[in-house]
Nanobody, 120 residues
């Protein structure tokens, strides 16, 4: 059974930093892709993805501010968020998929989410 458990959510001031973690179990972590999504309203939008070879990609809205990484030995996915803005406030989800982790419909597994609130 695949489980993705996010942690590290909370509050920050604009310009500050937070780091999210996602503990992964039951998933072939080293061979599939993983990503982060966020939801501020009805739509869940893609934030960042990392492939099995370590290549990364980012939504334009977070490029240069957020960094996705993974530790295969610890089975953990990370999202380092710097220069936070109020519009980054959202429920952040860890996600795993076989091939496409930059597309909602490519995701096979979801975490339950962790809330980020950025105040101005």
């Amino acid at each position: 059974q695949v489980q993705l458990v996010e942690s590290g959510g909370g509050s920050a001031q604009a310009g500050g930093s937070l780091r999210l973690s996602c503990a992964v179990s039951g998933y072939t972590y080293s061979s599939g892709c993983m990503g982060w999504f966020r939801q501020r309203g009805k739509e869940r939008e893609w934030v960042a993805a990392i492939d099995s070879d370590g290549s990364t990609s980012y939504a334009d809205s977070v490029k240069g501010r957020f960094t996705i990484s993974k530790d295969n030995a610890k089975n953990t996915l990370y999202l380092q968020m710097n220069s936070l803005k109020p519009e980054d406030s959202a429920l952040y989800y860890c996600a795993a998929g076989p091939e496409r982790c930059d597309d909602y419909y490519g995701i096979a597994y979801w975490g339950k989410g962790t809330l980020i609130i950025v105040s101005s």
